[in-house]
């Protein structure tokens, strides 16, 4: 994640990229470049950090087969077309509306296209700091999403699959997508970024969603590196209990409210 974050950030200091947004300026409205370009931002974070995971499903490569978090469980092809109808679904009559209808906001918080573009040092740190609010605030309403009322009316259909998959990580009640997405925009309604950071950070966002529920756990995820990123393991666990382990991004809201004390009881064992 830090690799794809940094690139894009790079990007920032192209002169090509510079005269490509120039361009988009000169041809597009500002509707146009902030609703439809935050809406692909989303939809290619999204399918293109799933396709990976697609690939390796869809084949079941014997050699990846050892990183499977849940050994040998792959999803259907059933299952596959179940998730991509409701995708559908939720990406154009759900998450387009939603930005679309949030267009008068983000200018009343100062998003602009205006060049320059901000700087790398600008992007990463808010980015990051848009990660940090919203594991936060994912947090706690995860933890009411599992709430009787709100998991039997809401939650139950994000946790339909036990061994979650890719593709898999937005597959949720449209009202789930409407709920988590208040933590997503909580950041930049504070900071009010250049509007190419906020597409930088709803790619990031999307493709940090699928890492944690692709159901690898390779010797190269990001939390081999960071102790305090969750991860596939991670969140495989919540999916596979129902329960514990409610943070989306970082480690920290689990270990310090003590709601991944059987997770570490369970791996303590396993790796005993």
Not at 71 to 81: D, H
Not at 116 to 125: I, K
Request: glycine share 6%; proline share 5%.
């Amino acid at each position: 994640m830090i690799l794809e974050l940094t690139t894009f950030a790079l990007l920032t200091s192209s002169g090509r990229v510079h005269r490509g947004w120039a361009f988009l300026c000169d041809s597009s409205s500002d509707f146009t470049m902030t609703v439809w370009g935050l809406f692909c931002s989303l939809v290619c974070g999204y399918f293109l950090g799933c396709l990976p995971y697609f690939i390796l499903d869809v084949l079941k490569v014997p050699f990846f087969k050892r990183y499977k978090v849940q050994t040998y469980r792959y999803p259907s092809k059933a299952n596959l077309q179940k998730c991509c109808l409701n995708l559908f679904v939720l990406f154009f009559f759900v998450m387009f509306p939603m930005i679309s209808l949030s267009y008068p906001l983000f200018k009343a918080i100062g998003v602009s296209r205006e060049l320059p573009l901000p700087s790398l040092f600008t992007v990463l740190v808010q980015v990051l700091f848009f990660f940090l609010v919203e594991d936060f605030g994912n947090y706690w309403l995860h933890r009411w999403l599992h709430t009787t009322w709100a998991y039997k009316n809401i939650h139950c259909v994000h946790h339909e699959y036990s061994a979650p998959f890719a593709l898999a990580a937005t597959y949720a009640h449209p009202l789930e997508v409407v709920i988590l997405g208040i933590p997503t925009f909580a950041g930049p309604l504070v900071v009010g970024p250049h509007l190419f950071t906020l597409w930088v950070w709803l790619m990031m966002r999307q493709y940090e969603a699928v890492d944690i529920h692709s159901g690898y756990e390779f010797p190269w995820n990001l939390n081999s590196l960071l102790s305090f990123y969750g991860g596939t393991e991670h969140h495989d666990y919540h999916h596979y209990l129902y329960s514990g382990n409610y943070a989306s991004i970082f480690t920290w809201c689990d270990s310090i409210y003590g709601t991944n004390l059987s997770y570490k009881m369970r791996k303590f064992s396993r790796d005993c």
